[in-house]
């Protein structure tokens, strides 16, 4: 079973430029999460969605982030623009969804490294 | 609030010494427990989980960790360490939403 994608692995930008990045879960997982994880610290969630329905965004900057599961399947997360302390690695996982708990595992992807200038 | 604390940020054991990585968690319900472990530019890959049961679960890699609900924690340990185990762990607990709430991780380093 393939693991969940996401790309690109790095990115460089300068400040007040934007930036994308795309996650594509494990085939039939209906819960997506988008997490940041600033170096020496442990992840933390950005949005989770729901199929195409955001469920929690409630940490997210909604400033200058936005993410969109369009079609259920795939996501991107954008920053726009990007400021110094957006520098982190952006993991995205997923997990079946559902009641049984074996819904509550989560499979992460190998994340993107954003370094902001 | 919902929290997780790994008291120690960085340990260091022998290659075949046995390991223990404290976790402390704060949750007013039945906790759902995880342990992470992320090796360096690699996402995250779980080691074992607790739901519910047996306190003592068994993971991966020869991981085991033991819920203690009078003390709150939730500790990872490994009888004996092998070099490829230096990496970063993270306990987390899970909310009612499906929230994952990290502690800040523990690096583990191994000496030869």
């Known amino acids: 079973e393939a693991g969940v994608a996401q790309s690109p692995r790095y990115k460089i930008i300068e400040k007040r430029q934007s930036v994308a990045f795309w996650c594509n879960p494990i085939s039939g997982h209906a819960t997506l999460y988008w997490y940041q994880q600033i170096l020496g610290q442990g992840p933390k969630l950005l949005i989770q969605f729901q199929n195409n329905g955001v469920v929690d965004d409630s940490q997210l900057p909604k400033d200058r982030f936005s993410a969109e599961r369009l079609k259920g399947v795939d996501s991107t997360l954008k920053i726009q623009p990007a400021k110094l302390e957006d520098s982190a690695v952006y993991l995205c996982?997923?997990?079946?969804?559902?009641?049984?708990?074996?819904?509550?595992?989560?499979?992460f992807g190998p994340g993107t490294r954003l370094t902001v200038t | 609030a919902q929290s997780v604390t790994q008291p120690d940020i960085h340990i260091t054991v022998s290659e075949g010494a046995s390991l223990e990585l404290r976790c402390n968690y704060s949750y007013g319900a039945t906790p759902y427990l995880f342990w992470y472990v992320q090796s360096p530019g690699q996402g995250l890959q779980l080691l074992l989980k607790?739901?519910?049961?047996?306190?003592l679960v068994q993971g991966i890699k020869g991981f085991e960790a033991e819920f203690k609900r009078s003390q709150s924690s939730f500790n990872l340990r490994k009888p004996s360490v092998h070099w490829s185990d230096a990496a970063e762990y993270f306990c987390?607990?899970?909310?009612?939403?499906?929230?994952?709430?990290f502690g800040q991780g523990t690096e583990l380093s191994v000496k030869p």
């Open positions: 607790y739901f519910s049961g047996d306190t």
């Open positions: 996982a997923s997990s079946i969804g559902g009641l049984a708990a074996s819904s509550y595992e989560q499979y």
């Open positions: 987390a607990v899970r909310n009612q939403g499906g929230k994952l709430i």
